[in-house]
């Protein structure tokens, strides 16, 4: 062997090493320019969202009466709009972002995160706030941030479905980051809600898309924190009845408002899916013109994403939105949902997280309000998506608070307890497991259909069946999901 090449073993073996490799470079350069691209909308998409609601706003001052025209028609004008191609663009976009992750399948992949899809999720959740809706972006934003990462993996030449699964969830990660600012929550939430388990083979990818997109919030909106700083701590002794009051009522409440969305298939709410399900454009409206009645009645109050509300219970602002805000806005959330249109469930379900601990702290006179608020904030979160610690990071990163950590955490856990007497599979779980089994069941049909079969097929069911057990358009079945 030549001497210049037996020199230097030590460097060569560095320079061998996986981490030179041009195709993991490539995959590097991939993810760093997808996170990138997924911060800039998540920024635009907030921009924008507070926009269209202060729009909406605008348009409430010349009459309290205004909605009661305008967001029925709206919402049914939303529901037609997603009856055909846009149908994955309905919800909050989360289910589809992890029904995504576990098929693997090219053409459900697109049919759920095309770059057409991404962008009518942004336009028509704008939309939909421009009237009222209660709904929230962080949602959509996921959605948005999955089908970007998914369509610059496959524009470099990713066509492995593994590599393209990792893209995907670091894309949701970095969606979820930048909504909030929040890059802890981001990683957390793509391991516990997005992927539901650790993997190191993608610890370093998410990694590096949740800083990367982090950095980027960072440096055009600022490092701030999503309600303001909250100074709240919470001492050992009774007051930490606080963390048991919260974490039942807060998680009853939000197991039940994940039920309520989730629209069983046997009851009283299998009775309302089919109603919905007969004529969803007129469905729509009658929510629309529901969620209209509601903000009449509470002068308001329940519109939009409740963040102005929320934020007001949590930095003891002076003037708040009464005692009767959770219930009232947790009603809106519900009949926003039922609607089927665009939209998320993150920031109104903080907003009557807090207004549920408002209500609490009035019963606990010698515990400061504003570490019952917060308390009630994740808790509710936690019941709501049955995820205790994305919702714990998320509580504390919002507010920029580390003194309420344990007291957060043992709410949220027991939260979620509590949620599961009402709704034992976590919302998205659950919303992502119908898509899936639509998915299989159009799928079946086909290769079933491509058989040759001596026996007719039976007469009265030729396709696969809506989560009612109603047939369905094969080439829709896989999009049937009731409003996140």
Known sequence: ?????????????????????????????????????????????????????????????????????????????????????????????????????????????????????AASKMVLTLLALMVGASIGREGPTVHVGAGLMHWLGRRLGFSDPKALS????AGGAAGIAAAFNTPLAGVVFAIEELAGTFEHRFSGLLLTAVFVGGVVSLGITGNYAYFGTVQASLPLGHAWLAVLECGIVCGL????????????????????????????????????????????????????????????????ASITPGHSFGISKLLANVVSYWAGIPGGIFSPALAVGAGLGHNIAYFLPHVPETAVVLLGMSAYLSGVTGAPLTSAVIAMELTNNQDMVIPIMAACLLARAAASIFCPTPVYKDFAERLIQDFELQQAARTEAAQPSTTPAPAEQIGPTSTYGEPVDPDNAHTEEPKR
């Not at 001497?3 to 993991?24: C, D, I, M, T, W």
């Not at 470079?25 to 998409?45: D, T």
């Not at 309302?272 to 729509?284: E, H, M, Q, Y």
């Open 166 to 169: 990792r893209f995907i969830l």
């Open 1 to 117: 062997m030549p001497p210049h090449k037996a020199s230097n073993p030590r460097l060569r073996a560095v320079l061998g090493h996986e981490f030179f490799a041009p195709y993991q470079w490539k995959r590097r350069i991939a993810l760093w320019s997808g996170a990138i691209l997924v911060a800039l909308a998540a920024i635009l998409f907030a921009k924008t969202s507070d926009w269209a609601y202060a729009l909406f706003e605008r348009i409430v001052a010349h009459g309290i009466w205004i909605p009661l025209i305008l967001t029925p028609v709206v919402f049914g004008l939303l529901s037609w709009i997603t009856e055909g191609r846009l149908r994955a663009a309905r919800g909050s976009g989360i289910p589809q972002v992890i029904a995504t992750i576990h098929i693997d399948d090219e053409g459900f992949r697109s049919r759920m995160l095309a770059l057409p899809i």
């Open 253 to 316: 409440l939000g197991g039940l408002f994940a039920r309520l969305i989730l629209l069983s298939r046997t009851g009283p709410l299998a009775a309302i899916g089919r109603l919905r399900d007969a004529n969803p454009v007129l469905f729509a409206v009658g929510c629309g013109f529901a969620l209209a009645v509601l903000g009449v009645l509470s002068h308001n109050a329940v519109y939009g994403t409740g963040y102005a509300q929320a934020r007001a219970f949590v930095q003891e």
